[in-house]
């Protein structure tokens, strides 16, 4: 079965930058997507970034105004998502999940919680200003 592990979160100071994790495994091909959520206490779970790791086509939330950057390690299945700039409105549970290339490759539906199937845990990043 699929699994997704996310790690690298921490307590940062408003304009650092956190490299956050994603180790996936179960796959047995290498095309699928992976999307990058992140829900505050009290507001639902918003997508901001996903990669398609068939083409290696990535997407970014608007709204996160080019503070992202999404890397790879494809001999350890492992994604990375760098936040640059951080911001106390940032602060959140931030999720990786994992899902056929059809939920990335669809721009109605990439960044709908509810559209994708296997997630991680979660790990937490709170900026203090």
């Known amino acids: 079965r699929v699994q997704v592990v996310e790690s690298g979160g921490g307590s940062v100071q408003t304009g650092d930058s956190l490299r956050l994790s994603c180790a996936v495994s179960g796959y047995t091909y290498s095309s699928y997507c992976v999307g990058w959520f992140r829900q505050a206490p009290g507001k639902e779970r918003e997508g901001i970034a996903a990669i398609d790791r068939g083409t290696g086509l990535k997407f970014y939330a608007e709204f996160m105004q080019g503070r992202l950057m999404i890397s790879q390690d494809n001999a350890e299945n492992t994604l990375y998502l760098q936040i640059n700039n951080l911001k106390p409105e940032d602060s959140a549970m931030y999720y990786c999940?994992?899902?056929?290339?059809?939920?990335?490759?669809?721009?109605?539906?990439?960044?709908?919680?509810?559209?994708?199937?296997?997630w991680g845990q979660g790990t937490q990043v709170t900026v203090s200003s």
């Open positions: 999940a994992a899902d056929g290339r059809g939920v990335c490759l669809n721009g109605s539906i990439r960044f709908a919680a509810a559209a994708w199937y296997n």
